[in-house]
């Protein structure tokens, strides 16, 4: 097999590796799948763990209630405002 044609294959593998990067971002960004980031909600064996473990040690419950807060404020924290809610004018 000719250099130039070894060349070749390995910079068309090179591009196609690319654009398929390319592709799966662009997919990720549009929240079609996970490519790169982390999953939301991969702790929720480790809470449901922490559940099981207040129930066996009370005092450790804090730990539980600490972390679902944690998770109750990153889930409000990017909701759009109410129309009507909190605006100080009254809904027409």
């Not at 490519?35 to 066996?56: D, E, K, P």
Request: avoid cysteine; charge should be negative; aromatic fraction near 4%.
């Amino acid at each position: 097999m000719p250099v130039s044609k070894i060349v070749l294959v390995g910079v068309g593998i090179a591009l196609a590796v690319f654009l398929l990067d390319r592709l799966l971002r662009r997919m990720e960004g549009r929240g079609w799948i996970y490519y790169r980031t982390q999953r939301r909600g991969s702790a929720g064996v480790g809470n449901a763990l922490l559940g099981v473990h207040a129930l066996l040690e009370p005092d450790r419950r804090h730990v539980l209630e600490v972390r679902q807060a944690e998770v109750m404020e990153e889930e409000d924290a990017g909701d759009p405002p109410v129309p009507g809610g909190d605006g100080g004018e009254a809904a027409p």
